[in-house]
Nanobody, 124 residues
């Protein structure tokens, strides 16, 4: 059974930083792409970043480019999202996702497995 467990969310002031983690288990992810998405109240789930587990290829939404870094630790089967210079509009529930294919994708419907989400709140 595939499990994705996020951690690291919390409350910070604008300009601060947070590091999210996603511990993956239940299958091999060596040929998978992993992604981070977020969903604010009343809004659709949106793409944040993606990484190919094997090659390390990454992709970012324009809204977070230059402020966020996605990375993975194969030994720990964990994907990270380092978020810097946070803004109030970054406030959302952040979800980790995995897809069976190695190519990263920006649509939520392209991902097969999801975590339960972790809340990030940025105050002004």
């Amino acid at each position: 059974q595939v499990q994705l467990v996020e951690s690291g969310g919390g409350s910070v002031q604008a300009g601060g930083s947070l590091s999210l983690s996603c511990a993956a288990s239940g299958r091999s992810f060596s040929s998978s792409a992993m992604g981070w998405f977020r969903q604010a109240p009343g809004k659709e789930r949106e793409f944040v970043a993606a990484i190919n587990w094997n090659s390390g290829w990454t992709d970012y939404a324009d809204s977070v480019k230059g402020r966020c870094t996605i990375s993975r630790d194969s030994a720990k089967n964990t994907v990270y999202l380092q978020m810097n210079s946070l803004k109030p509009e970054d406030t959302a529930v952040y979800y980790c996702a995995a897809r069976k294919w190695p190519l990263g994708a920006t649509e939520a419907t392209d991902y097969d497995y999801w975590g339960q989400g972790t809340q990030v709140t940025v105050s002004s």
